[in-house]
């Protein structure tokens, strides 16, 4: 099987937020995007946690190479649908390579879209599992797992002008956002105007050309406790299809 180009990112390296804003802008398509998401080292505190943890490991994961680098979007660069999480999971995303996989957020996630019709399968377990998305595409306000899943204000503006890129090019009519963090990042990336509407989940916001669905994040607190249950989330991703036509 494929795997993404990006596994081999040759691109330029950004070290400081000023870089990170020129190598997005000057991104001509998706492919150049990814390689230098892939690059980037902006974050000093990410880069030092996201290596640290690709070095140590989870004892269950021992025998595995960790990816232990900034995670790009997936997904087919027309997709309608966008979907935007926190950022990727320390032993999932920053181990696999692939946003939402390896990890019980990514077995929640995938099964919906699966459910939805918007994948060709129900779970991602590796960046060479075969999955395909139908029309949508996955992504994170945030590229590097962060300690304790928490980035920082900071942290957060530094990505944004690779969320704004990803935007510029993918164009989806629809974005799924994927808790508080998220629709934070989302709002600022598009510029669009105040006031801000409140996130809650089933929160539907039009803008021109593009509506934003609120949905909580699925994270294992939220799922574990049934704060966000299947139905909750196949009623958003219906929604989601319905709007996209």
Request: aromatic share 8%; proline share 7%; glycine share 10%.
């Amino acid at each position: 099987m494929t795997v993404p180009p990006y596994l081999a990112a040759t691109g330029p390296v950004a070290g400081t937020a000023r870089q990170v804003a020129r190598y997005a802008r000057d991104a001509a398509d998706l492919a150049a995007l990814d390689d230098a998401v892939a690059c980037c080292r902006a974050c000093p505190r990410l880069v030092a946690w996201r290596e640290e943890t690709a070095r140590v490991k989870r004892a269950s994961f021992a025998a595995e190479e960790y990816w232990g680098r900034p995670i790009p979007g997936f997904g087919p660069a027309d997709a309608r649908i966008g979907i935007v999480g926190l950022a990727p999971a320390a032993h999932g995303g920053n181990r696999t390579g692939r946003v939402f996989t390896g990890d019980r957020s990514g077995d929640w996630l995938f099964a919906a879209l699966y459910r939805a019709g918007l994948a060709n399968q129900p779970t991602s377990v590796s960046v060479d599992d075969g999955l395909e998305l139908r029309n949508t595409r996955v992504f994170a306000a945030v590229r590097c797992a962060p300690p304790a899943n928490k980035p920082t204000p900071a942290e957060r503006d530094t990505c944004r002008p690779w969320l704004v890129r990803e935007l510029e090019l993918v164009r989806p009519r629809v974005i799924v956002v994927l808790g508080g963090f998220g629709w934070t990042a989302l709002w600022s990336a598009l510029a669009a105007p105040t006031p801000r509407p409140v996130f809650g989940h089933g929160a539907e916001v039009h803008l021109d050309g593009v509506t934003l669905l609120g949905c909580y994040h699925v994270s294992q607190q939220n799922t574990f406790t049934g704060r966000l249950t299947e139905v909750m989330l196949d009623d958003v991703f219906a929604r989601a299809v319905e709007l996209a036509g």
